[in-house]
């Protein structure tokens, strides 16, 4: 049986791995320690860090094909490693574009896709001057390496001291108008080498605290015709960059109905993990099969609603331990699907998720709204709909 490499140790190259158990394969990962999640769960193990071109290489000997499930992996440690032969999926000139956000406005940019404008940052005049010509808010960001809203500022006027500190640290920036959105939305398509591809639903998400902390399978009131022009769309950028494997595309939606892309990721994501119980075929099977070359599996839904809400590291760790935390939640929640990534806690982090189906949106999203904050806190407390269910009720794109 093939064996696949994965740069990265986190949950989702362990979620990875059990999908891999069930294909009769082992995943090879590179982690950064052995008490990294996947490194816990699949016997192949490589230590080392991903800008390690002596670990990348250990890891991609005897492989199929290495993937990701970061996009951490500089360009210059990947191109001796494709220079060599070794199956990179996605290739390193589709993964650029969910590294670099400036080089992934300019390629959509020229697909004619709908995006805000945007520049390149080298000094404090240029956002200056981009303000004055677009208006203000603007959105300054890190082009490399910003992540579940870290590398994202947003700016109600110019800030010069702000800029020329980030500049001084050595952080490639862009700027761009910020968008008047009122809720965001992701499209998640796989495709193979053979150019095979596939679409799960279109789901909306929700942060907080540039968290995700909700996803709603399907996106709820959204047009079928919408919806079917965004999967459109997320198959032409997959196809058009050359992707091979799992692509995300993260959307702001207008008031007016119409989309604009924030992101771009290329890995297993956060808002395909309802795709687990919630599909015929899960994301992380779907990579696989993917980056394999293997026919790609159905994506349809098994049930009409599906919603993950994320388990969130507490402020304070509950006294009550995970274990008994999880007898409380499964004789409340009986079919509540939990997800632990061995991860230990801290105020936001992802320690793992709660996924439930049904058929009413409403009561499906409470359920796992609730049971996901059982397990953070160790309190029934109300769902983040009752606070925060609204995204214009924070800055447009905090969490971006």
Not at 49 to 73: I, K, M, N, Q
Not at 363 to 375: M, S
Request: overall charge negative; some cysteine; proline content about 8%.
């Amino acid at each position: 049986m093939p064996v696949v490499g994965m740069v990265g140790g986190g949950q989702l190259a362990r979620m990875t791995a059990q999908a891999a158990v069930a294909l009769g394969q082992t995943l090879r990962v590179l982690a950064a320690s052995e008490q990294d999640p996947a490194a816990r769960v699949t016997p192949d193990v490589v230590i080392g860090d991903p800008d390690d071109g002596a670990a990348l290489r250990e890891l991609a000997t005897g492989c199929s094909a290495v993937t990701f499930d970061h996009e951490g992996v500089p360009q210059e440690v990947l191109a001796p490693l494709e220079a060599a032969g070794v199956p990179l999926r996605p290739p390193p000139s589709a993964l650029v574009h969910a590294q670099d956000k400036l080089v992934m406005r300019r390629r959509l940019a020229g697909m004619g896709l709908p995006g805000p404008p945007f520049a390149e940052v080298n000094a404090p005049a240029d956002v200056t001057a981009f303000g004055e010509e677009h208006g203000w808010p603007a959105v300054l960001k890190a082009t490399r390496g910003g992540y579940d809203g870290r590398g994202v500022w947003f700016l109600h006027a110019a800030d010069d001291e702000l800029v020329v500190d980030l500049l001084a640290r050595g952080t490639p920036l862009m700027v761009e108008s910020a968008v008047p959105m009122v809720r965001e939305l992701a499209a998640s398509v796989a495709r193979s080498p053979y150019g095979q591809a596939a679409a799960w639903p279109v789901v909306e998400t929700l942060q907080v605290d540039g968290q995700c902390a909700r996803v709603m399978s399907p996106a709820p009131d959204l047009p079928s015709d919408r919806a079917a022009r965004i999967q459109e769309m997320a198959l032409r950028i997959a196809s058009e960059l050359g992707v091979v494997g799992l692509m995300t595309v993260e959307l702001f939606a207008l008031e007016s109905g119409e989309v604009v892309v924030n992101e771009l990721a290329m890995r297993p994501h956060n808002s395909g993990h309802w795709t687990i119980e919630g599909s015929v075929t899960s994301q992380f099977e779907q990579h696989l099969r993917a980056v394999l070359d293997y026919p790609l599996g159905s994506t349809a839904p098994v049930a009409p609603v599906a919603v993950m809400a994320n388990v969130l590291g507490a402020a304070e760790e509950p006294a009550m331990s995970m274990d008994e935390r999880l007898h409380h939640c499964f004789a409340r929640f009986p079919d509540a699907k939990v997800h632990l990534y061995a991860k230990a806690g801290r105020p936001a982090r992802k320690i793992g998720h709660v996924t439930v189906l049904g058929t009413v949106i409403d009561d499906v999203r409470d359920r796992a709204e609730l049971a996901a904050g059982w397990l953070a806190t160790a309190t029934w407390a109300d769902g983040w709909s009752a606070h925060s269910g609204d995204p214009r009720s924070v800055d447009p794109q905090e969490g971006s």
